[in-house]
C-alpha cells in the first residue's frame, strides 16, 4: 500500500465558472487558475501522485504550457491515473477536504464522488467528498478563496 497527501489553494475572483470535483456549481464567482481552477481535483492529482512517487501536478501539467490553459482537471486526473496505472499500481481510496465558505456544497457531493470516481477508474463508494467552512474567518471565510486537501490510498494491480 501507497499513501498520499495533498494541499490546495485557489483564489475565488469574478467571472469563471466554479467547478468543483469536475462539477460545475451555480455561484456568482469561480476559482482562478491557469486550468479551470477545479482546487479539488487538483489536490486529488497531487494525493494521487505522491502516492506514487511522482511528484506533484505542477511538474507534469506546468502553467507555463497553452495545452492546459482552461484544461478539465478532471481529465488531467484521468493522465494521472494513467501514469499511476503504468507503474502497476490502482487507486484503493481518496479522501477529501474541501475549505470554502459559500455556497453549501453538500448538495453536489454525489456528483462530485462520481466524477472523481470515474476519473480515478474506481466505484464512487472508494471516494469521498465533504467540506468545512472557516467559520467566516480570514480569506476564506471571507469568500476570497477555496482549499482542498486530499488522502489517496494506492494498491498494486
Ligand atoms: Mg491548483
Known amino acids: 500500500m501507497r499513501v498520499g497527501i495533498a494541499f490546495d489553494y485557489h483564489r475565488l475572483v469574478e467571472g469563471r465558472k466554479l467547478i ?16 479551470d481552477g477545479d482546487v479539488l481535483t487538483h489536490a ?15 511538474q507534469h501539467f506546468p ?5 492546459w490553459k482552461d484544461a478539465s482537471s478532471v481529465v488531467l ?3 494521472v491515473v494513467e501514469m499511476v496505472v503504468a507503474r502497476d499500481l490502482q487507486v484503493a481510496q481518496v479522501d477529501t477536504v474541501l475549505v ?11 456528483a462530485m464522488r462520481a466524477a472523481l ?14 467540506a468545512k467552512t472557516t467559520e467566516g474567518l480570514e480569506a476564506i471565510g471571507r469568500g476570497e478563496a477555496m482549499a482542498a486537501h486530499a488522502v489517496a490510498l494506492l494498491e498494486p494491480r
Open 20 to 35: 468543483l470535483g469536475g462539477v460545475e456549481i451555480p455561484f456568482g464567482k469561480g476559482l482562478a487558475g491557469h486550468s
Open 100 to 110: 470554502a465558505q459559500e455556497p453549501k456544497l453538500a448538495p453536489y457531493f454525489e
Open 77 to 79: 486526473l484521468g493522465r
Open 117 to 130: 470516481a470515474r476519473a480515478l477508474g474506481v466505484e464512487p463508494a472508494r471516494v469521498n467528498v465533504k
Open 44 to 58: 486529488v492529482c497531487d494525493a494521487v501522485l505522491g502516492a506514487a512517487g511522482l511528484g506533484d501536478l505542477g
Open 63 to 67: 502553467d507555463t504550457d497553452p495545452r
